[in-house]
C-alpha cells in the first residue's frame, strides 16, 4: 500500500521546526540561567558549600516570621475581597506596597541590562489607589 501525498511522513519534518526543539543531547541545560552561566542572585538551587538561611529555613519547615506571615495574611485577604484566586503580579505589587514596603536599597539581584536600577525615599507615597468615603 503506498501513501499519498498528503499523509504525512515523519522524515520529511521542515528544518525550521527542527531548530525550535530543543534537544537535551546538545548539553543545553535548560535551568541554566537565560544568556548562559551568568548568576542573578535569584537561584534557589542548593549545591555543595551553599546552605539554606535562616529565613528559607524557618519558612520551609512551616514556621513564618512575622514578616512572612502578614504577608501572607494580606494576599489572603485580597483575594477573598476581591474574587480573585490568583492575583496578577500588578495586584502582588500593589499588596507589598500597601504594607508599607519602598525601593529604598540599590537591588541586590543582576537582572541583565535591560534593567534600570532606582531607589525612592522611604516616607514616598505607595502610588497606589486608595479609596476615599465617596468611592465606599
Known amino acids: ?20 526543539v530543543v534537544d537535551r543531547r546538545t548539553g543545553l541545560k535548560r535551568r541554566e540561567p537565560v544568556g548562559g552561566s551568568a548568576s542573578t542572585n535569584l537561584e534557589r538551587r542548593r549545591g555543595p558549600g551553599r546552605r539554606r538561611t ?5 519558612a520551609e519547615e512551616g514556621e513564618m516570621t512575622q514578616e512572612q506571615f502578614i504577608f501572607v495574611m494580606a494576599i489572603d485577604i485580597f483575594k477573598r475581597v476581591n474574587g ?17 514596603y519602598r525601593k529604598t536599597m540599590p537591588t541586590e539581584l543582576i537582572l541583565g541590562d ?10 514616598a507615597p505607595s502610588g497606589v489607589f486608595k479609596l476615599t468615603e465617596d468611592d465606599e
Open 1 to 20: 500500500m503506498s501513501q499519498s501525498s498528503e499523509t504525512p511522513n515523519h522524515q520529511d519534518r521542515s528544518p525550521e521546526r527542527r531548530e525550535t
Open 84 to 100: 480573585k484566586t490568583f492575583p496578577t503580579w500588578t495586584d502582588v505589587l500593589e499588596i507589598i506596597r500597601k504594607l508599607g
Open 54 to 58: 535562616d529565613f528559607l529555613r524557618a
Open 114 to 123: 535591560q534593567v534600570e536600577d532606582w531607589t525612592e525615599r522611604a516616607d
